[in-house]
């Protein structure tokens, strides 16, 4: 088989969980009960109340009404009302919500204080989510930011992942626009060389926030991007952790929410010569190689492109129901989302529901998220991008004579290898089906104000089924043949999540104390069977297939199992003494099952400290309205990217031979891949140093990082000798070591313009460099193809042979000599490449490649920016990455004329009328031009993108009112409408995941292009 | 104090389902496979791990399809016309990215995967207790035959490579050896084999290697050497020793090469293929045991077409007509060319010709005689040693070693077969001497075998490549050798990461 390839889900299966009493824990808790009962005596206390509004007057529920310097507090109700019993008269109450400025207001003996809140300014005062707690973004001592959910949920995105993009420092999105498809996200770079996807937790529950997922649930996502703010996270958080919050209902009437978005989309296209061009430059190509012609066939004149391409779709509908009363409260929200994509048959579509709920009774309360989600995605046969470009203009798309009736070229008229696009579409069909039940319930045991108990179950699985249906047919020329063949493959997935947890909550005078101590276990389990059988019955008159495994011949079946266990214990304390100085400290024992068995353990501190300047008696800066410096050290394990046994070597059953007259068949049964027992956690060591300020009345806020990141022992698959005989992947290994330092900047404006007029302005900039400081087995370089990955270097440095022009005459070629006088490209003619003889030797090798730039950026910005005019608000948001070279392989390939494929439009190779180029003479059946190692292929990646733009009107309210709605807006967007770059590709924001040639530019599928329009109402 | 003890009450319950922090908690065993640890302990599994090397065969590095672009289509028999470039420049002497996969790395890495197997077994095996040891030492002696096997082919197609002997580990950096010293563990692995294996197997078994076998590649081993009297002796066992008279060429030429007459008379070792499975070529279940020689060989419009025959050989054919004085029958079995219906009355894949006027391409190993098409499946038996070529293998050694008449038979016998005249009578002119004689031989070496893949050991062992006169000669055969460069071009780079990797190994010279 030329290709093949069988969807490979993961993940694992059942065992047993044993119980058991641990009474220790139960001692525990009697005496930190006995010994905190009495912190807080009555005294003299004065009732206050009050009402909370926003600056439109609307009142504001949910409100957290605290007395300074005591742990008493409330929160308002949904008119907005709160009552507490204040210490004394003189106390004074702190205002805080999520998305506002919070006030201090000093009670002053009055009975009633009532509370305009304004939209957070300064968002510093709003309350974060850190993982088993939260704390107000300003008490922050690691690394954590905040990702502002309107911008998601105004994006018209299939996952959360691919909505991220520019919307936080030092994360970085590519990849999606493919239907159904999942972006990767990388935060702060890469710190290990076998994977970058960050840790997902989304209520609590730990998983991936895959395309299952519906994003119009958030409430709020925080990014934890350094190793103190991830380490409560422990192994898993090594990239970074992402915590998404879904909404849940609040106190009052039932609220509904309704919103509707529609898209079109459209896919860059390759800029490829018409049906003349081609034809023009194909014939020089096989005149200058002295080769005859092809019998080009003139009077086709096929546009692949809009063959394989169509104008894609999105629909978006979401309704959700959310209310509450005094004890409890729920949010209910079903989804369905539908994407017909920009190649033909491909598509997805998701429905999703969401039951979230919580109650409470007395010291208990509980709460559950549950997500029921079918998906579905029609996938891509082959790569549409790729064979579009090899397949020539003067080949029809149908062709009768062929078997199954599509053109693809032909030995004489059109030699090409693309296969037909269409023909693919319509005779292979894959599809992937994942029909998922995620969610999770809690429970809460407030023992006394300041402890509680919290029990956390989660479960999550998925019922996959994949199904690959091939018709009889060709694609592609000389094709072997295939009868029909159906595949199909189902797939099991659980994932079982125990989280027992211990929290302490205390302040004494100027003293607040938090500590958190507690377990977590998760097992993961995955099952798959497949079968495949050949020959599928066929109905003679309809011509239609039976896509069922009990029909056809010739049956292989499979399975296998996979299973997965983390256990670990975690404790953090958080000390502030007087909102001046901030202590944070975080344990974490994690144990993994997939590790050496010697090696299963390990331990993970990390500490961070913060000093609030600004609240000190001597700071006294104009201007400055907050200013805290932050410090944090830590230390996190990883075994992400291990499969699950790779410390054990196993055998390969899988061989089969046969002997004899009556082919008999015998089992064999060998060591296929190589392992390396004894795998051990690798270990991420990170320094943070941050700076927070907020100045001129708020309006401008600051935030500056750098911070080192270092990972030893990192797992990876480093290439090892094919002399080993390894196959099946390379071995996993604590290999490398490197090291990765970055600085961040994020700031944000906020302006006013009258009374109408407001705007924003925040602007991320990361810079980031990584260098190999160690590598496995000794060695001190990797090569691949095209890179090394060095010692002392950033990984992945491109290796190749340096060009230096085209030669002009025969002259030129015979002055290229080298210092001993050896002409050193002596067969070459006018027109061809001049490379640099590095070694001087006389001769062009291997020997003379040399590093010839990186493919890593050195800076990449985010800039957003929104304005608001009465119910007019526009935001956007821009995206920039500079400074990388990257590898064009889109124009290797067009750019070549040794071989048949389209070419670029508008190339005009080297002639002796047109020597003023760079593109060397058009030669057919020769490499030596067209050669894959050279720096010809090599171009600044640089690119600056208008990744969304939106605009939306909320109708007058008095108009919204008189419908019996309570708010609604229309709104216009755009995604990806405008990039400048000099890239010569579809898109400079590719993806490639290897990490050894990740500025490899192939033909990925591209970001799309995409207007939507969309509603949004509520009553 | 009431409120007290429900909490504890409250706080207990919620206790009881914390998991225990059991150690083996995490001792999650892998329930797919069996670890190495556990393997190597029965007669079984020594059997299973031999198997296992066989399976090798058909890995696309090797005998299911790369292989035969080095043997035959490097050589002056084949060539590449392949829209493919880069695949077709590596059967020209174009060798620019030295780990181009196709031409180069896979073919490599199949071979130390082969090696691999062999070692395993051969590391293994000893310590495992047999109720009969003479089944052990068989065991071992299929184990040394396949490693013997693949380090001849590499010492043909790299010539200075490592020698690994024992079981890999990950961080291993072989060294390299100059070619002789591989040829010594060819030599040696094929004699330690040869002192074990048996004369025949059974009928079930049938299709591993016998005495036989390891005698002829013992022999292909010291002929490529020039050691021509061991490699008579080698052979002797054929003539004079317990082979004498085991032997025999079928009547019908095309026998060799179909599905239906495998294991035949004339078979000294051939490699199982079959279509039983439809599977993939990797290491899972269902994996394919076809090769796809004959998908990637098949004319344009049929198959791949990556590889066909050179023309000059439909010409040498026709130069000597049978005794009944027809063509040569081996024309028919060996090419496709524009002439085969008119000369024959076949038509290719039932097709008439459609192709150039002065191509061909190879029939033996096609499928043509029973479909209309190609796939990946191929079932029909790659004969890698036929009785024919110990014939003239025989006959090359006793001519080297001046007994050019005595060599005269084996030649007769085998053109008997076709019904060819015996040399005095239809080429007289080659007994003249020892160097006729050979240069005869190479044309019926060529008669014979084209495309069979011993034509690039042969042009090596001729030393028809050693200079620039030599290859001009070879290179009116076959244009492709104009590009060869004489010291550099008998052998291939080796893979260029396998060099930058591996402090102790250099790449070969001139490259």
Redesign the interface.
């Known amino acids: 088989?030329r290709k093949?390839s069988f969807v490979h889900l993961f993940h694992g299966?059942c065992?047993q969980?044993?119980?058991?009493?641990?009474t220790t824990?139960?001692v525990v808790?009697?005496l930190l009960?006995f010994f905190f009962t009495q912190s807080v005596s009555a005294q003299a206390t004065h009732t206050v109340k009050g009402k909370v509004s926003n600056a439109k007057g609307e009142a504001l529920e949910g409100v957290s009404v605290t007395v300074k310097g005591t742990s008493i507090g409330t929160s308002t109700d949904a008119a907005g009302a709160y009552t507490l019993q204040a210490p004394n008269a003189q106390s004074t109450l702190v205002f805080s919500n999520v998305g506002y400025a919070e006030i201090e207001m000093p009670v002053n003996g009055q009975a009633s204080v009532d509370i305009t809140l304004q939209i957070g300014t300064a968002d510093l005062n709003e309350v974060v989510v850190v993982g088993y707690g939260s704390q107000r973004k300003k008490d922050l001592t690691g690394a954590v930011s905040v990702v502002n959910t309107s911008e998601i949920t105004k994006r018209q995105t299939t996952t959360v992942g691919e909505a991220l993009q520019g919307l936080a420092s030092g994360v970085v999105v590519r990849g999606g626009g493919q239907p159904g498809s999942e972006a990767r996200v990388e935060i702060r770079g890469l710190k290990n060389l076998s994977g970058t996807n960050p840790l997902y937790v989304i209520d609590g529950m730990i998983t991936t926030a895959n395309r299952d997922f519906n994003p119009n649930d958030i409430e709020s996502i925080q990014i934890l991007k350094d190793a103190s703010a991830a380490a409560i996270y422990g192994s898993r958080a090594a990239n970074g952790v992402i915590i998404i919050t879904t909404k849940r209902g609040k106190k009052g009437p039932m609220k509904v929410d309704f919103s509707a978005k529609t898209s079109t989309q459209t896919t860059p296209r390759w800029d490829l010569a018409g049906k003349d061009e081609f034809v023009a430059l194909n014939y020089m190509a096989y005149d200058n190689a002295g080769v005859p012609r092809q019998n080009l066939n003139l009077n086709v004149n096929t546009d692949w492109q809009d063959a394989a391409f169509q104008t894609g779709n999105m629909q978006d509908y979401n309704v959700s129901f959310a209310g509450g009363g005094d004890n409890g409260s729920y949010m209910v929200s079903a989804n369905y989302f539908d994407n017909k994509g920009t190649v033909i048959s491909t598509g997805f579509d998701r429905l999703s529901f969401r039951v979230n709920s919580q109650g409470n009774k007395g010291?208990?309360s509980f709460g559950e998220s549950l997500a029921i989600t079918n998906a579905k995605s029609d996938e891509m046969s082959g790569n549409p991008y790729a064979d579009v470009v090899r397949l020539l203009p003067t080949i029809p798309v149908y062709d009768d004579g062929n078997p199954g009736g599509f053109g693809y070229g032909?030995?004489s008229m059109a030699?090409?290898?693309g296969s037909n696009p269409v023909a693919m579409a319509s005779l292979e069909d894959r599809a992937l089906e994942n029909f998922r039940v995620r969610g999770n319930i809690w429970?809460e045991?407030k023992?006394r104000p300041w402890l509680k108990?919290r029990?956390n179950?989660g479960y999550e699985t998925s019922n996959d089924n994949y199904m690959y249906k091939r018709k009889e047919g060709n694609w592609t020329l000389?094709q072997?043949?295939?009868p029909a063949i159906y595949n199909e493959n189902r797939g099991r997935f659980e994932s079982l999540l125990?989280e027992?947890t211990l929290s302490f909550n205390q302040r004494f005078n100027k003293h607040s104390l938090n500590v958190i101590a507690g377990?977590t276990?998760q097992r993961d389990d995955y099952g798959q069977i497949w079968g495949?059988k050949?020959n599928i019955l066929q109905n003679s008159s309809s011509g239609a297939y039976y896509w069922v495994l009990d029909q056809g011949s010739?049956p292989?079946?499979?399975g296998?199992?996979q299973?997965?266990?983390l256990?670990s214990?975690l404790a953090r304390a958080e000390y502030n003494f007087d909102d001046k100085y901030l202590l944070n400290a975080v344990v974490r024992y994690d144990?993994?099952?997939r590790l050496g068995?010697d090696d299963?353990w390990g331990t993970f501190p990390s500490v961070s400290a913060a000093w609030r300047l600004s609240n000190e008696e001597f700071f006294n800066v104009k201007g400055v309205n907050d200013l805290k410096v932050r410090v944090s050290h830590g230390q996190l394990g990883s075994s992400s990217g291990l499969g699950?046994?790779d410390y054990?070597?196993?055998?390969?059953?899988?061989?089969?031979?046969?002997?004899?007259?009556?082919?008999?068949?015998?089992?064999?049964?060998?060591?296929?891949r190589?392992?390396?027992q004894g795998l051990r956690w690798e270990k991420l060591t990170q320094t943070n140093f941050g700076v927070d300020a907020t100045v001129l009345d708020n309006r401008l806020s600051l935030t500056a990082e750098y911070f080192i990141a270092k990972t030893e022992d990192v797992l990876t698959f480093m290439?090892?000798?094919?002399?080993?005989?390894?196959?099946?992947g390379?071995?996993a290994?604590n290999a490398a070591s490197l090291r990765n330092t970055g600085f961040e900047f994020s700031g944000t404006w906020n302006g006013k313009a009258g009374r109408d007029f407001s705007y924003y302005v925040t602007a991320n900039v990361t810079t980031l460099k990584n260098k190999i400081l160690n590598l496995g087995?000794?060695?001190n370089?990797?090569?691949?193809?095209t890179t090394v990955t060095e010692i002392g270097t950033p990984a992945g440095m491109w290796y190749l042979l340096e060009t230096d022009g085209l030669f002009q005459n025969q002259g030129e070629v015979d002055a290229y000599q080298n210092k001993d006088g050896i002409v050193i490209q002596p067969t070459a003619k006018p027109g061809d490449i001049r490379f640099v003889d590095h070694n001087g030797d006389g001769q062009i090798?291997?020997d003379d490649k040399v590093v010839l730039g990186s493919p890593w950026a050195k800076w990449e910005l985010g800039l957003n920016a929104g304005a608001s005019y009465k119910n007019f608000s526009l935001s956007m948001n821009w995206f920039g990455s500079f400074g990388s070279k990257v590898y064009n392989g889109y124009r290797s390939l067009v750019d070549r004329f040794?071989?048949?494929s389209n070419y670029r439009a508008g190339i005009k190779p080297w002639t002796p009328e047109n020597p003023n180029t760079d593109v060397p003479r058009a030669f057919y059946?020769?490499?030596?031009n067209s050669?894959?190692?050279t720096d010809r292929w090599l171009e600044d990646g640089g690119f600056f993108r208008l990744k969304f733009i939106n605009i939306s009107y909320s109708l007058p309210d008095a108009w919204v009112k008189k419908i019996g709605f309570s708010n609604a807006q229309i709104s216009i967007a755009g995604q990806n409408l405008v990039t400048f770059t000099k890239f010569d590709g579809i898109d400079p924001e590719f993806n490639n995941a290897s990490m050894f040639e990740r500025g490899v530019a192939g033909f990925q599928f591209p970001n799309l292009k995409t207007y939507s329009a969309g509603i949004q109402f509520g009553f | 104090m009431k409120q007290?003890i429900k909490?504890?009450l409250?706080?207990?319950l919620?206790?009881?389902?914390?998991?225990?922090?059991?150690k083996d908690?995490?001792?999650?065993e892998?329930?797919?496979?069996?670890?190495?640890?556990?393997?190597w302990q029965t007669e079984e599994?020594a059997?299973?791990?031999?198997?296992?090397?066989?399976?090798m065969?058909?890995k696309p590095g090797g005998w299911s399809r790369w292989i035969y672009f080095r043997l035959d289509l490097t050589s002056d028999e084949g060539c590449s016309k392949s829209?493919?470039?880069?695949l077709?420049?590596w059967t020209r002497f174009?060798y620019?990215?030295?780990?181009f996969w196709e031409g180069n790395?896979i073919t490599?890495?199949d071979t130390?995967?082969?090696?691999?197997?062999c070692?395993?077994v051969l590391a293994n095996v000893p310590a495992i207790e047999f109720a009969d040891n003479t089944k052990k030492d068989l065991l071992l002696a299929q184990a040394k035959f396949l490693r013997g096997l693949y380090y001849y082919y590499a010492a043909l197609m790299w010539e200075n490579i490592?020698v690994?002997l024992d079981v890999?580990?990950?961080?291993?950096?072989?060294a390299q050896v100059p070619v002789a010293q591989v040829w010594a563990q060819v030599e040696k692995d094929f004699s330690e084999a040869l002192a074990v294996l048996p004369v025949e197997w059974g009928?079930?078994?049938?299709?591993?290697p016998t005495k036989g076998s390891a005698s002829a590649f013992l022999a292909r081993a010291q002929m490529q050497q020039h050691k021509w009297p061991e490699a008579k002796a080698s052979l002797d066992y054929f003539f004079t020793g317990a082979g004498a008279g085991k032997y025999n060429l079928t009547t019908s030429f095309q026998d060799n090469f179909t599905h239906t007459n495998?294991?035949n008379s004339e078979s000294v070792f051939e490699i199982?293929?079959?279509d039983?499975?439809?599977?993939?070529?990797?290491?899972?279940?269902?994996?394919n045991?076809g090769h796809n020689r004959a998908?990637f060989f098949?004319p344009?419009?049929?198959?791949?077409?990556d590889g066909q025959a050179r023309y000059w050989l439909v010409n040498q054919f026709k130069q000597e007509r049978t005794i009944a004085n027809t063509l040569d029958p081996r024309l028919r079995a060996s090419l496709f060319y524009p002439a085969l219906e008119a000369d024959f009355g076949d038509k290719v894949y039932g097709r008439n010709w459609e192709w150039g006027g002065d191509e061909a391409w190879f029939r033996k190993y096609q499928r043509d005689y029973f479909r209309s098409?190609?796939?990946?499946f191929a079932q029909n038996n790659v004969r890698l040693v036929r009785y024919a070529d110990v014939l003239l293998m025989y006959a090359e050694v006793l001519n080297e070693m001046d007994q050019t008449a005595t060599a005269a038979q084996y030649v007769n016998t085998v053109r008997a077969r076709s019904n060819i005249a015996a040399l005095a009578v239809g080429q007289p002119a080659s007994l003249l001497g020892k160097d006729a004689f050979r240069e005869r031989l190479k044309v019926e070496r060529a008669l014979e075998l084209c495309g069979e893949s011993v034509r690039w050991a042969d042009l090596k062992r001729w030393d028809d490549l050693t200079t620039a006169a030599k290859v001009a000669v070879v290179a009116q055969r076959d244009p492709d050798f104009n590009n060869f460069v004489v010291g550099k071009h008998n052998r291939l780079p080796i893979?260029?990461?396998?060099v930058?990797?591996?402090p102790n190994v250099v790449?070969n010279d001139q490259?």
């Open positions: 088989m093949r299966q065992a969980l044993r119980l058991k009493v641990t824990a139960n808790l009697l009960t010291i208990f032909n030995e030699r090409t290898f429970g045991l023992l108990f029990s179950f000389n072997a043949y295939d125990i027992n377990q276990y495949t050949r010739e292989q079946t499979g296998f199992l299973k997965g266990i256990l214990y144990g993994s099952s068995r299963q699950y046994w054990m070597p196993v055998i390969n059953t899988f061989s089969t031979i046969v002997m004899g007259a009556g082919q008999n068949l015998f089992p064999g049964a060998t060591q296929v190589l392992a390396n290439p090892i000798l094919m002399t080993t005989g390894n196959d099946g390379n071995p290994v087995y000794g060695r370089n990797i090569f691949t193809g090798t291997n040794d071989d048949n059946g020769s490499t030596l050669r894959g190692d | 007290l909490y504890v409250a706080a207990g919620v206790a009881l389902l914390l998991p225990s922090c059991k908690l995490l001792n999650v892998n329930p797919n496979t069996i670890t190495e640890e556990q393997f599994d059997d299973q791990g031999v198997n296992a090397a066989y399976a065969f058909y829209p493919w470039i880069e077709a420049d174009q620019v990215n030295y780990n790395a490599w890495r130390y995967k082969a090696i691999f197997r070692n395993q490592p690994v890999s580990k990950p961080d291993d950096l072989p009928a079930v078994d049938k299709g591993r495998e294991n199982q293929f079959s039983l499975n439809k599977g993939g070529d990797g290491d899972d279940p269902n994996q045991m998908q098949a344009r419009g049929i198959g791949w077409s098409n190609e796939d990946y893979p260029q990461t396998e930058l990797n591996n790449q490259y």
